[in-house]
């Protein structure tokens, strides 16, 4: 039996925690995936913010789905011990909010360079991540960001079987693969539905590459989300709406349209 399970970026509605929380809760969205707040990224949040948040959270009664962190956001030229302690300290966070899953990326290739020239060094960082994990509980989850290692399906892929991993697990995002002009459905779904845990829910046109709300682009999210729930996925639609250059994504009002929008599809299928 299916369950979908709605989660959301809150730092899309507002840099205010609360106010995330307010708006969340008016939408009847229960969960988040904690990305920011204040304008800081969840792993540059000093102890201080951090129990402030997790107060707030708990007395709202708002789980957090995922720790949004920007891991493997990095160019795969930069310097990884670094980026390697800020890993430790998302895993850490994890813990504290008993956030099941840690999403991140697979590294910025540079412009116009053969990416399959830096698979090894992809895997050499993303193992490191795997045994830094290993017995932690949680799950890593890839992102298929436009412009890193695994943007396109095939790539993913590659990342999913090499790694053989049974806490690494990809999360979906349906917008992304259109900006990468690849097709969502069926050819990346079918490659990736074994590994997909997670699902970004953002759509957007191939046309000009705009972000729009769930089921009215290319992403062909009334199909995947149709086919996830005949094939009996349990998991989080991670709203993450995007509706205009910067953030917050457009604030409460669109995030409604947003919300709306998902639920429009769910009600359809």
């Known amino acids: 039996m299916s369950r979908f399970i709605i989660s959301c970026f809150g730092d899309e509605i507002s840099s205010d925690l609360a106010e995330q929380v307010a708006v969340m809760k008016a939408n009847d969205v229960h969960a988040l995936e904690f990305r920011s707040m204040d304008g800081v990224n969840i792993l540059d949040l000093p102890p201080a913010q951090l129990e402030r948040a997790a107060s707030i959270l708990k007395g709202e009664g708002i789980a957090v789905s995922a720790i949004g962190s920007p891991i493997g956001k990095i160019k795969i030229t930069d310097p990884f011990l670094p980026h390697m302690d800020r890993f430790k300290h998302a895993l850490e966070l994890a813990h504290f909010f008993n956030a099941p899953y840690i999403r991140m990326f697979s590294f910025f290739i540079p412009v116009g360079s053969d990416p399959a020239k830096y ?22 989850l890839h992102e298929n960001e436009k412009d890193i290692y695994g943007d396109t399906a095939l790539r993913c892929l590659d990342l999913m079987q090499t790694l053989n991993c049974d806490y690494v697990r990809a999360t979906f995002d349906p917008a992304n693969f259109v900006q990468c002009g690849e097709e969502t459905y069926p050819h990346a779904f079918n490659l990736l539905e074994q590994w997909t845990v997670y699902m970004h829910i953002k759509d957007a046109r191939y046309s000009d590459h705009a972000v729009v709300p769930a089921g009215q682009g ?32 457009g604030g409460p009002e669109l995030f409604k349209v947003a919300s709306d929008a998902l639920k429009s ?4 299928i």
């Open 218 to 249: 290319d992403g062909k999210l009334p199909e995947i989300l149709g086919a996830l729930k005949q094939h009996g996925y349990s998991g989080y639609l991670s709203i993450e709406p995007h509706l205009n250059d910067s953030l917050p994504g």
């Open 119 to 140: 698979r090894d060094e992809v895997l050499w960082r993303w193992g490191h991540f795997v045994d830094e994990a290993r017995g932690s509980g949680v799950t890593l």
């Open 265 to 268: 599809v769910l009600n359809a």
